[in-house]
């Protein structure tokens, strides 16, 4: 073999020397990062997760049906408030109606019987026409009532 020989063996030997020691530092770098990756997905216990998925779950589900019902409280306070202000005020207002209905009616009544008979009828029959049976009741009786007196 001659020198030449020798000099080309020496640097296949010096390049393979350098490629295994690069692909061992490749092998070492690869093999730290799997060691990483599985103490770092040991963090993430699948059974676990589910188990914090499913609370969050189950917390939402309360959350939601602690605001439905305090819905359904609230509407049902404003509902008897608007129900108990509404009798007060149609009370109040069936009171103060019926004292105008009958303050109207006393005046009409006097009206009517200050007027002569035919006239009286004719007003009747025009104007008052849903409260004629009425109105012609009324009159009699106080009709009657002086009479009497």
Do not use: C, W
């Not at 490749?26 to 993430?44: A, G, H, L, R, V």
């Not at 609370?55 to 404003?78: D, Y």
Request: aromatic share 4%.
């Amino acid at each position: 073999m001659n020198e030449l020989t020798l000099i080309i063996i020496g640097i296949n030997i010096l390049v393979y020397s350098v490629v295994t020691l690069i692909q061992r530092a490749q092998i070492k770098k690869t093999k730290e990062i799997n060691d990483s990756m599985k103490d770092y997905m040991e963090i993430f216990d699948i059974n676990k997760v589910k188990e914090y998925v499913r609370m969050q779950e189950e917390t939402i589900g309360l959350k939601a049906i602690h605001l439905i019902s305090s819905e359904i409280k609230l509407n049902k306070t404003i509902q008897d408030t608007v129900d108990k202000t509404h009798e007060l005020a149609h009370k109040e207002y069936m009171e103060m109606l019926g004292k105008k209905h009958i303050e109207l009616r006393d005046f009409t009544i006097k009206v009517l019987l200050a007027l002569p008979e035919s006239e009286v009828e004719n007003i009747l029959d025009k104007y008052l026409i849903e409260n004629k049976s009425l109105l012609k009741e009324l009159i009699s009786s106080v009709k009657k009532n002086t009479n009497n007196n």
